[in-house]
């Protein structure tokens, strides 16, 4: 496949990272869609590698309980979705109105929809709202939320769930002094001293696409 600006890494080399890309099956028409149009219209999405290894991630840990803080158009929530199966379920959220329309008529074709809880708004006070724990959280909300995120989602999973975060590396400017205006990156790199430091988490940063964090709570 193509690589979009949004999925490239800019700290993989780059023969690598299209040699990864090359070896993924493809995708059915809903998700290639999405692909497109997240393109076309700038939208960030996870991409296939990732949605790949989160997929694998709920199939290993059967993962029936989850929820997704900012999931936007619905790329990864469908991955989420279809690696659950017919019992589970994924928490959609998002803070734009219009990506949860279009995301739910995606989930519609891609014969999900059931398995979804669409909810508008903001994606900390969402989950805290929620009942109840969760076999495994996906974080992708603004960067500079990434340390209140974690603080609510911590209370949110139980015991041995899964904590998955996506751009952990963040174009490779986490591993870099950011400049105190910088909000993103420092909120990037506060959280992933605050998951390593933590005595309830078991954390791995996987240098995948733009780094991904998973974390077993203890």
Not at 108 to 113: I, K, L, S, W, Y
Not at 194 to 216: F, H, K, N, Q
């Amino acid at each position: 496949m193509i690589r979009a600006a949004n999925l490239r890494s800019d700290y993989i080399q780059d023969d690598v990272e299209q040699y990864l890309y090359e070896l993924l099956p493809e995708r059915d028409a809903v998700v290639s869609e999405m692909e497109q149009y997240a393109e076309e219209h700038r939208v960030p999405i996870i991409g296939p590698a990732v949605a790949r290894l989160l997929a694998l991630f709920v199939e290993v840990s059967g993962a029936k309980r989850i929820f997704e803080m900012g999931s936007a158009i619905g790329y990864s929530t469908i991955w989420l979705a279809r690696a659950t199966g017919p019992k589970g379920k994924v928490h959609y959220t998002d803070g734009d109105p219009a990506n949860a329309q279009r995301a739910r008529e995606y989930f519609r074709r891609a014969g999900v929809a059931k398995r979804i809880d669409v909810q508008v708004g903001d994606a900390l006070e969402l989950l805290k709202k929620t009942s109840g724990k969760f076999d495994l959280i996906f974080n992708d909300v603004d960067k500079h939320q990434y340390p209140d995120a974690l603080r609510a989602a911590l209370p949110k999973l139980r015991r041995g769930g899964l904590f998955i975060t996506d751009n952990t590396l963040w174009s490779g400017k986490a591993a870099r002094p950011a400049s105190a205006d910088d909000a993103r990156t420092l909120g990037v790199q506060e959280f992933n001293r605050l998951v390593y430091a933590s005595r309830e988490l078991y954390s791995v940063l996987i240098p995948l696409r733009d780094g991904v964090t998973v974390c077993r709570k203890q």
